[in-house]
Nanobody, 127 residues
Framework: QVQPVESGGGLVQAGGSLRLSCAAS????????MGWFRQAPGKEREFVAA????????YYTDSVKGRFTISRDNVKNTVYLQMNSLKPEDTAVYFC????????????????????WGQGTQVTVSS
């Protein structure tokens, strides 16, 4: 079992960058697939990016491809979301999620695929 805790959110101007971190407690972090989701005001939570247990496979929603990068450090039990060229439409609460990964290279893209969630971190991009 893991408990994700996000950090790194904040206020940034359009075109700027932020790096979100998600520290996950537990001694078997490298057995979990990880994902990032976001929820803007008045909207449903949506998938942003995911990484396989192995780190070899990643997947991004179309709107962030080429701008966001997901990575993980299994020694530090942490997954990151590097966000570049931020746009006002990226404004949302960003959530980190984890699930036990029975496959090394599979990624999960639906929020109901994940069992463990952080509390979220606010990202606000001003125009």
């Amino acid at each position: 079992q893991v408990q994700p805790v996000e950090s790194g959110g904040g206020l940034v101007q359009a075109g700027g960058s932020l790096r979100l971190s998600c520290a996950a407690s537990g001694r078997t972090f490298d057995g979990y697939g990880m994902g990032w989701f976001r929820q803007a005001p008045g909207k449903e939570r949506e998938f942003v990016a995911a990484m396989s247990r192995s780190g070899r496979t990643t997947y991004y929603t179309d709107s962030v491809k080429g701008r966001f990068t997901i990575s993980r450090d299994n020694v530090k039990n942490t997954v990151y979301l590097q966000m570049n060229s931020l746009k006002p439409e990226d404004t949302a609460v960003y959530f980190c999620a984890a699930r036990w990964a029975y496959s090394s290279d599979y990624v999960w893209k639906k929020d109901n695929d994940y069992n463990y969630w952080g509390q979220g971190t606010q990202v606000t991009v001003s125009s």
